[in-house]
């Protein structure tokens, strides 16, 4: 099933375009990306689903435009990657915690940073932004925190509070990278829920990118396999995790029949697709 | 005490006088910037700029007395800032291709030994023509000097030091956001290039300021210890700020009446009081 997304003609609604996008981190070295096209309908919940080395960091960094593709283009929300990102309508979640955590800030002062940002060094922080703020932690489940240390949340608590930090930005489109590395099922399909409340009250479009099958089946409404080039997989009636599991074993076998020593989708924690070696 | 006597005396408070008022403008300068040098691992690069403005220091002597000039003055200081901000360019642009350990290792060694034997060169200069002045003792230059500290120069500290801070204060909170997380900084509208060069510049002015006191060797660890007192001690970032402050400026005061009362370089002293107040204050932080 290699067929571009079932998508309105028009293409008003798309959050994000992606036209056969090719990627290499040399001239000479292997394609991380080759040919890939992708549209994201606004609103929509895509799970995008591969191997580790797959290449789906890369995309998720094309997507923000701190990488720029070998050939194709990328659009969100109608603008480049750059501008889009500058102006402040992509929330993004790295896959590794990059946070500084000694920082001593409570979880309030984290999740008030986006309006701090945008606020003038004179001004003080307005009551508006604060109660956005407010609001924010509560959506993502963690509004009893707001004064604790940011260095002394548990794994699962400080992604929460990442989160919260993402969307009080209010962004349009929001890009997650391996959201749920070390949750157990039972958590991801929280995760699923939580995440799919905060899309429907931001009016949010929705990006996870993941190895983990569980992790897409909890988030995401459609599905595409990455592994150098992508391969779509519409579930019109919702995506069950009866067909997901399908579509899994079915790419599964793709890979270890193109010689993917042995990797699957499910395994290591770790993502190593910067590296030239990936999706060869 | 000796140091009531030299700061009261008029036969030598003019003397003294200026060298403390630097001394505590810049544990001022130094001490609010801190704890950001200290939770963005920026400490050897710190490190870096201050050696690399050794080779600041031996150009601008040299370059002076080759016109006439000798000794040390404001011009001095403004030619040895220039030198360590583009050092300190100099080695985030090496970094990127060698590694920031690497890059600073060879932009210290380098200008270390391009300083030294400039500096030597001046003092040759000096020594042959009465009319230039002899530069400062090799020991001021690397371990500190009070008495070296002209009106001027403090003047001029003042000055980089309100600059500094109200720069601090002007940023303070795309600085937070970046230094807290620097992959997403860019998605909340942060430049996170114009604000690392922005640290880089203030990490530079912070350093050739302290050098005066501290020295070339010593002069980083104004930017180090009470950064870590403060994050030790504090339970907010202002927290941390505000006992950043108040170890440093105890610090360069007790530092100083160890000085004075047994005339040794102010460097050294002022970084042993400092580490003392440090570990006392991660003691009381623990506590």
């Known amino acids: ?280 | 005490m000796k140091t009531i006597e030299y700061l009261t005396d008029p036969a030598y408070a003019s003397l003294f006088w200026p060298g403390v008022a630097a001394a505590l403008l810049v544990a001022l300068l130094c001490a609010p910037l801190s704890p950001f040098v200290v939770l963005k691992k920026m400490a050897f690069i710190g490190q870096g700029v201050s050696h690399a403005a050794f080779g600041g220091v031996g150009l601008a002597l040299y370059v002076a007395a080759l016109a006439g000039v000798g000794g040390w003055g404001g011009a001095h200081q403004i030619a040895v800032l220039a030198f360590a901000a583009l050092a300190g360019l100099g080695i985030s642009v090496l970094s990127k291709r060698q590694g920031t350990d690497t890059a600073i290792g060879i932009v210290l060694a380098v200008c270390m030994a391009v300083g030294f034997e400039l500096y030597r060169l001046a003092a040759g200069v000096a020594a042959r023509d009465p009319a230039v002045g002899a530069p400062p003792g090799i020991e001021d230059v690397l371990f500190g000097s009070v008495l070296n500290v002209t009106p001027g120069a403090a003047v001029a500290t003042g000055l980089a030091a309100a600059i500094e801070l109200g720069g601090l204060w002007w940023i303070r909170r795309p600085l937070t956001a970046w230094a807290f997380d620097e992959q997403t900084a860019g998605s909340l509208g942060v430049s996170g290039g114009r604000v690392r060069a922005l640290l880089l510049l203030m990490l530079s002015v912070a350093v050739v300021a302290t050098m005066q006191i501290a020295g070339v060797v010593l002069a980083t660890a104004m930017l180090i210890v009470p950064g870590v007192a403060g994050l030790s001690m504090g339970r907010s970032l202002r927290g941390a700020i505000g006992w950043s402050v108040v170890s440093a400026v105890l610090g360069v005061a007790f530092g100083l009446v160890v000085t004075f009362e047994f005339g040794v370089q102010p460097g050294p002293s002022v970084v042993l009081v400092l580490v003392a107040l440090m570990v006392a204050g991660r003691l009381v932080g623990r506590g």
């Open chain 1, 1 to 280: 099933m290699d067929a571009s997304p079932s998508q309105s003609p028009s293409g008003a609604d798309h959050a994000i375009r992606v036209e056969g996008v090719s990627f290499a981190y040399d001239a000479d070295a292997d394609l991380i990306l080759e040919g890939v096209s992708l549209n994201v309908r606004a609103g929509e919940r895509l799970g995008i689903l591969g191997p580790n080395g797959g290449g789906k960091s890369t995309l998720l960094k094309i997507l923000l435009g701190s990488l720029k593709p070998t050939a194709g283009s990328v659009s969100v929300l109608g603008q480049s990657p750059v501008s889009a990102r500058r102006s402040g309508v992509i929330g993004y979640l790295p896959q590794r915690v990059s946070a500084e955590l000694r920082f001593p800030l409570r979880v309030e002062d984290v999740v008030l940073q986006p309006a701090a940002v945008r606020t003038a060094p004179w001004r003080r922080i307005g009551d508006a932004d604060r109660a956005h703020a407010a609001r924010c932690l509560e959506m993502v489940g963690a509004a009893a925190l707001r004064s604790t240390r940011i260095g002394a949340l548990s794994g699962g608590q400080l992604q929460r509070v990442l989160i919260a930090r993402a969307i009080a930005a209010k962004p349009r489109v929001l890009l997650l990278d391996e959201p749920t590395v070390g949750i157990d099922v039972e958590g991801q399909k929280r995760f699923g829920e939580m995440l799919d409340a905060v899309r429907t009250e931001m009016n949010l479009t929705v990006v996870v990118v993941s190895h983990e099958l569980a992790t897409i089946a909890a988030t995401s409404d459609r599905v595409a396999c990455l592994r150098r080039t992508l391969h779509f997989h519409d579930a019109p009636h919702g995506l069950t995790p009866e067909v997901l599991s399908e579509v899994f074993r079915h790419d599964l076998a793709i890979f270890q029949a193109s010689g993917a020593k042995g990797e699957a989708c499910c395994g290591h924690d770790h993502d190593h697709e910067d590296g030239a070696g990936g999706g060869s």
